[in-house]
């Protein structure tokens, strides 16, 4: 399976002078995870993820008054629709996040969540083995 297979092509795409709470909200309405932040003034494909929202709010920024932008990642390990989900997982685990950007000539083509790597996984699965003994 190849992450074309389990990325969302729906991405949230947010400007970086949005506010960490406007940024939360709009990510909580879809149940997402992570948005990419579109910064045209430096050219730059950045993500920001719950997790960056949780720790700058844990660190005591002001959710109204913080910019997505100044909290977003943006030297980003990227996908290709191309890799196969081992590559991808792979990449998250070395790099210690849970969410790709996937890139095609290098545009937004979707992005790729740990959940999503894992939803391929277990739908392709074959049945469990049966056990072979009872417990009593």
Known sequence: M????????????IEPTRTLREAAALM???HIGASVVLD??????CILTERDILDAIGA???PDAELAGTHATCDLVVASREW???QAAAAMVRGGFRHLVVLEDDQVAGILAMRDIVRCWVRNQVAPPRPTATVP
């Open 2 to 13: 190849h992450v074309r297979d389990g990325m969302s092509t729906e991405v949230l795409t």
């Open 60 to 62: 005591g920024a002001d």
């Open 84 to 86: 196969s989900l081992e």
């Open 28 to 30: 909580a309405r879809r």
């Open 40 to 45: 045209p003034a430096r050219s730059a494909i």
